[in-house]
């Protein structure tokens, strides 16, 4: 069910249960601003989350309210684990769904890396 992207964050939200450690993830990667896990429903051979640690609904939320340096720390990691996972070279995807009309699921910001073989192209 899709969510939408602005609005107060739900601390009980399945990302919020999985930084707190109250459900197991398997994790990629973890620094001071994010943690990265394997999807348990993967699209592409490679599909990682990455979630930062603070508490942001979606994209909206992140853009207006996080620091310069959180947000730079959020897309630093995320080019260092598409770098440690192998994908620069064949490339990869770094998406992120905002809101109702783009079919957010888990109200917390988060990105999706995926990559590992040749993904389709988006629709026009």
């Not at 943690?35 to 989350?49: E, Q, S, Y």
Request: proline share 6%; hydrophobic share 45%; aromatic share 8%.
């Amino acid at each position: 069910m899709a969510v939408h992207g602005t609005g107060s964050y739900d601390p009980d939200n399945i990302f919020a249960k999985i930084l707190r450690g109250d459900i197991p993830c398997k994790k990629v990667f973890e620094n001071e601003w994010v943690l990265a896990f394997h999807d348990i429903a993967p699209k592409a051979p490679v599909h990682v989350l990455i979630i930062p640690k603070k508490a942001y609904v979606s994209f909206i939320d992140f853009s207006k309210n996080a620091s310069v340096e959180e947000i730079a720390g959020v897309m630093q990691s995320a080019g260092r684990i598409a770098a440690d996972l192998h994908l620069e070279q064949a490339g990869y995807r770094l998406i992120t769904n905002a809101g109702q009309n783009a079919g957010q699921e888990v109200p917390h910001f988060h990105l999706h890396l995926m990559g590992g073989k040749a993904l389709p192209a988006f629709p026009a």
